[in-house]
């Protein structure tokens, strides 16, 4: 089940991919850095181990 997308979407991101340009400013895990990915994978835990400590406090 594939959805055509419109051509004037198609056009833009061409063009954008044509300049070097990122179609769109979505933040993606895979365009992190791997020290990025970590310190975001480090901040997730101590959020959690915060709330556990919390919750048994």
Known sequence: MNRQQSAIFQKDALAAHAHGER???????????????????????????????WALS
């Open 23 to 53: 179609a769109d400013d979505r933040v993606s895990l895979l365009r992190l850095s791997a020290g990025e990915r970590l310190l975001g994978a480090v901040a997730v835990l101590a959020l959690l181990w915060a709330a556990v400590y």
